[in-house]
């Protein structure tokens, strides 16, 4: 059977199985940890009952407002084990991560207050949300800016 679950550090010492395949796109390892330091539920794998690693999915959330959206960074299975539906189940698990995600912060409350520019390490625009808070009635700490702002601002740091 099966096994679907979380990406880990330590599985990058273990799929050379899969990306060795001429079909699949490789990447560095300090990419491979970026998405495992950003977006670690965006990072799955299948593995066999023997413990290989049969293929796995990596991804990330991007986007502002209604474009919000999930990204497939790569999606792999290794060529012993294709068809099998294995990439459908993979796609399945980061179609649901991403509505999860998408849809948690305004299940509880929370708004997109200001973009805040190149936040993730200079070079990934954040998201600053808020929720007000009971003693802001009139819910003025969640009014969204209409302009970015920038990391440095000392607006950003005293808001």
């Known amino acids: 059977m099966t096994t679907s679950r979380r990406f880990l550090c330590e599985d990058l010492l273990r799929f050379t199985?899969?990306?060795?395949?001429?079909?699949?796109?490789t990447f560095n390892m300090p990419?491979?940890?970026?998405?495992?330091?950003?977006w670690p539920d965006y990072f799955h794998l299948a593995e066999s009952p023997s413990g290989r690693i049969m293929g796995y999915i990596m991804g990330k959330v991007e986007g502002q407002g209604e474009s919000w959206h999930g990204h497939v960074t790569a999606v792999t299975v290794a060529p012993?084990?294709?068809r099998q539906q294995l990439?459908?189940?993979?796609?399945?698990?980061?179609?649901?991560?991403t509505e999860k995600t998408c849809t948690m912060y305004e299940k509880l409350g929370y708004v997109?207050?200001?973009r805040v520019l190149r936040y993730y390490s200079?070079?990934?625009?954040?998201?600053?949300?808020?929720?007000?808070?009971?003693?802001?009635?009139?819910?003025?700490?969640?009014?969204?800016?209409?302009r970015a702002v920038t990391p440095d601002l000392e607006e950003l740091k005293y808001d």
């Open 80 to 82: 012993h084990y294709r």
């Open 122 to 146: 200079g070079e990934e625009d954040g998201l600053d949300m808020r929720k007000a808070m009971p003693r802001d009635v009139e819910k003025k700490s969640i009014i969204p800016l209409k």
């Open 112 to 114: 997109i207050y200001r």
């Open 17 to 25: 199985n899969v990306n060795l395949d001429h079909l699949t796109e």
């Open 87 to 97: 990439a459908n189940k993979l796609m399945g698990i980061l179609e649901e991560v």
């Open 31 to 38: 990419f491979y940890l970026t998405y495992l330091a950003r």
